[in-house]
Structures are given as structure tokens and as C-alpha cells.
């Protein structure tokens, strides 16, 4: 999973920023002290109101 990941790739956690859209990619960012952005999809609307951290909706200039 995602340890294998930073070991593979040498990615710094300090240096991390962890996108996602689910609950799973939620806590594996929190279990490594990943800061987390939750990507809101169509799909997530409802795990998306019970949670309170940043999200996004959209990767476009207006929502930079």
C-alpha cells in the first residue's frame, strides 16, 4: 500500500500532500501524518459532509 509506495519512490512524508476520495484514503494519509485533501466526487458527497477537512471538487484554475 502506501508505505511501499514512499519506500519505493523515496518520497519524504514531511514533504507529502495525500489527494483522495474515500475514508481508506483518509486514514492511510493520517496513519503516515500525511496532510489530506479530499477530492468531492459524485460518489462521496455523503462521506464528504461528515468529515470536516479540506476538499476540492474540481482541478481546474478556480478552484486554486
Known amino acids: 500500500g502506501l508505505k511501499n509506495f ?3 519512490y523515496k ?3 514531511k514533504k507529502c ?3 483522495g ?3 481508506s484514503d483518509l486514514e492511510a494519509a493520517k496513519a ?3 496532510p489530506f485533501l479530499l477530492r ?3 460518489e462521496n458527497q455523503e462521506f464528504a459532509e461528515t468529515v470536516k477537512i479540506n476538499r476540492i471538487r474540481h482541478f481546474d484554475k ?3
Open 6 to 8: 514512499l519506500n519505493e
Open 11 to 13: 518520497f519524504f512524508v
Open 17 to 19: 500532500l495525500m489527494i
Open 21 to 23: 476520495d474515500s475514508l
Open 32 to 34: 503516515f501524518n500525511i
Open 40 to 42: 468531492i466526487t459524485d
Open 62 to 64: 478556480e478552484n486554486i
